[in-house]
């Protein structure tokens, strides 16, 4: 399997579409519903591809192969995505169903007015959709899967997919080895597992990453210019709860009981007029004195 084309030109094809280019893998086709943002990856991929042609002939007789390969078109056409041998649908969790659906229709009339390519193995990469939303993808034969990066992915920031874990769940053999493969591939760890369990990582994630980011972002407020300061003892908490767990490295006026200075916190940030700190506070203070008790 050597060609792997897009659905959506979000943050995450953004970084799979670099990352399996630089593995070697060939990506054909990318499809966004707005072109522009579409246009956004092909450039990228199609300015590597040129960056790696020239390196090969600089190091002729003498190289390490890099990826070469087809230059990346940008589409508003499913059917310019038919001559892949997987198609990776990473569109809004909401929207997956629905991007199956016109899919899934759009080869069937592709079908129906001659196209004999092979049926792409479809993926989706989201953590809380279950497998089930390509179901009309697998009811057309096609073999189907998810690939769920438990990692936040930005256009903005490149990432190390060796440090990328994966979940994995695949509608028959076919379609979990070609996931195995992909993540070898990448260097990646990988776990298969149903849909329920993926959506308890997901929701565990979302506590792990996404709020952390929340509750950062007040800190920085509160903080200021100054917020920098904050980032080796974030870290070594961090660091702390997961080699021992976050129970252990639990420290701070809450888990002391020093109810003067929660005080004290709560009277600044009010004269501040940060009203949702202060909520956010209070709840969090309130929660952590409970399960200290128990
Ligand atoms: N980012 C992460 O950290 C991360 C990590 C793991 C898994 N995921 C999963 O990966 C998938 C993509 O996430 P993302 O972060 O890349 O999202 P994103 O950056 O917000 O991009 C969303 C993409 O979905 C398209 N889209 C939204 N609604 C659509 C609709 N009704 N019909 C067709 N296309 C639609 C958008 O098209 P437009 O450009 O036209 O708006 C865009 O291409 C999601 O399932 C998410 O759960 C994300």
Redesign the pocket.
């Known amino acids: 399997m050597n060609t792997i084309s897009f ?9 799979m579409a670099i990352a399996f280019q630089e593995k070697g893998y060939i990506i054909p086709t990318v499809w ?3 072109r ?3 246009v956004k990856i092909t450039r990228a991929l199609n300015s590597n591809l040129s960056a790696y042609t020239a390196h090969n002939a600089a190091q002729a007789g003498n190289y390490t192969p890099v990826p070469t390969g087809t230059p990346s078109i940008s589409t508003l056409s499913f059917e310019d995505l038919l001559e892949s041998d997987m198609v990776i ?8 169903s ?2 199956a659906e ?1 899919f899934s229709l759009a080869m069937k009339n592709a079908i129906a007015s001659g196209n004999t390519n092979s049926l792409p193995i479809c993926v ?6 279950p497998l089930d939303a390509l179901s009309p993808l697998k009811e057309l034969g096609c073999q189907c899967g998810v690939l ?8 903005s920031k490149n990432v190390n997919f060796k440090d990328v874990p994966f979940l994995l769940e695949g509608s028959d053999e076919k379609a979990l080895k070609a996931l195995k493969g992909v993540c070898d591939t990448l260097g990646s760890e990988y776990y298969v597992c149903d849909s329920s369990k993926r959506l308890k990582m ?1 929701t565990a ?1 979302v506590f792990s ?1 996404n709020f952390t980011n929340y509750l950062l972002s007040l800190a920085f407020e509160v903080a200021g210019d100054a917020h920098s300061l904050l980032l080796p003892a974030t870290l070594e908490m961090i660091r702390k709860s997961f080699l021992q767990s976050p129970k252990m490295a639990l420290t701070g006026p809450a888990k002391r009981g020093d109810m003067k200075t929660i005080e004290k916190h709560l009277e600044l940030l009010e004269s501040l007029g940060m009203k949702e700190h202060a909520d956010i506070y209070r709840t969090i203070t309130e929660n952590i004195i409970t399960r200290t008790k128990q």
Do not use: Q
């Open positions: 659905i959506g030109a979000g943050n995450v094809a953004f970084r966004n519903r707005s522009d943002k579409a649908i990473a569109v809004s969790d909401d929207a997956i629905s991007v016109s989706h990469t989201s953590g809380a959709t769920y990066p438990v990692m936040t992915l930005s256009r997901h994630a990453c």
